[in-house]
């Protein structure tokens, strides 16, 4: 049981999924590269002597001893945003891996049974709806919202679920119900860490947040036939939308508001859309500041689309009121690890779908650049191998 340092865990599959056109990394649930990723995550996991099962909703098990229940589950994800970085869920897995290796090297044997687990489709970026494979086994996808769920291309989640051999995506109970507890790791979203000058953190608590579409219709046309005064263009409305976005959380302290996406039909140079889509991500201290900026957003494209002759609509994909996990479990991984601060964060994450239902934590690795969601992000390496430490101290104490 060789080769597995985190770092060369990393650069292991660091080919695997490159954007050429966006740079980084782009690997969706259950697309060529995403299922490339699993099968050298099966394959690691056999490596270390771990029994590996795919559950309903696809998400991957690697179980050192028996499955049972009080299980000490940690890992991540694997799938990125288009164009994402190397680590934002890669790290949480590599580090699982490492850690599991590190505590077998030196003859520890878990006293309850331990997981490690790869959760399918985190950050949504296929079919729309973040934590998607934890949503799934915690229940907390309405059926009728599952059979609504589609990609870019117009394919079905539960049509690709089944191509996968996926025995009826939803409600997991048995799995469930195996997690005594649950640790994250994952490399920090920001500059926390750089600030307080530590390579690592427990996190205390995750910003309200939701996912809103906002759809346009008007009129295409020939953009260079119609007059100005005879347009009815969504484009308008849409642009309103994200200058509005950000006014309504420049206003709030704490918050956050982003349209990272538009999709205009038919998509021509030359071509006045027939329609906009746009999609909203909202992050606050709380539910009134959230609801409060999606209102006015809301307002600002109603306004403007009714100035440019256009129907428009807003809609709610998901929302995750604040968690703020175990204080307990966080307190003592905390003085287990020597007083390691606590830091909240604004990004979401499986753990913060669990944390309703499981005692649950997170473990921050430094970022030296701050920069996620993109092909800057990075962890330094002295704060990677600080990470996999702090994960396998957890392990020990807890498992």
């Known amino acids: 049981m060789t080769g597995f340092d985190a770092l060369d865990l990393l650069a292991e599959i660091e080919g695997v999924g490159r954007d050429r056109r966006r740079g980084g990394y782009t690997r969706h649930v259950f697309d060529d590269a995403e299922r490339e990723l699993r099968d050298w995550f099966v394959e690691r996991a056999q490596r270390l002597e771990l029994e590996v099962t795919t559950d309903r909703n696809g998400n991957l098990w690697a179980w050192w001893g ?28 590599v580090s699982a891996l490492a850690a599991v290796e590190q505590l077998k090297a030196a003859g520890f044997v878990p006293s309850r049974p331990l997981a490690v687990v790869v959760f399918a489709e985190e950050e949504g970026s296929r079919f729309g709806l973040a934590c998607l494979g934890s949503r799934l086994l915690a229940g907390a996808v309405a059926p009728d919202r599952l059979q609504q769920l589609t990609d870019a ?11 996968a051999s996926l025995d009826a995506p939803g409600y997991d109970a048995e799995s469930l119900a195996r997690i005594g507890v649950y640790v994250e790791l994952h490399v920090e979203q920001g500059k926390g860490l750089i600030d307080l000058d530590a390579p690592v953190a427990v996190g205390s608590s995750i910003l309200e947040h939701g996912r809103w579409r906002i759809d346009v219709h008007g009129q295409g046309n020939h953009a260079g036939t119609t007059d100005i005064a005879d347009r009815r263009d969504p484009m308008l409305p849409a642009a309103a939308a994200v200058l509005a976005a950000r006014r309504a959380a420049a206003r709030r302290t704490g918050s956050r508001a ?48 009714a100035a440019e002759g256009c129907e428009a609509s807003v809609i709610e994909e998901s929302y995750s009121g604040e968690v703020r996990f175990d204080p307990q479990l966080r307190d003592r991984i905390a003085t287990t690890l020597g007083g390691i601060p606590a830091l909240p964060t604004g990004a979401g994450h499986d753990a913060g779908v669990l944390a309703a239902h499981v005692p649950t934590a997170m473990l921050f690795v430094r970022n030296p650049s701050g920069i996620s969601h993109a092909p800057e992000e990075g962890a330094d390496d002295d704060a990677v191998r600080a990470g996999v430490d702090a994960l396998a101290r957890t392990i020990e104490d807890l498992a």
């Open 258 to 305: 982003t349209i990272g996406r538009l999709e205009p039909v038919p998509g021509g140079t030359n071509v006045i859309a027939s329609r906009v889509s746009a999609w909203m991500d909202v992050r606050a201290d709380s539910e009134a500041d959230t609801r409060d900026i999606v209102a006015e957003v809301q307002a600002a494209v109603a306004e403007a689309a």
């Open 153 to 163: 291309a117009g394919q079905r989640f539960v049509d690709v679920a089944r191509d």
């Open 66 to 93: 028996e499955p049972g229940p009080d299980a000490f589950v940690t890992g991540s994800h694997l799938d990125s945003v288009p164009g994402g970085g190397a680590h934002d869920g890669p790290l949480g897995v």
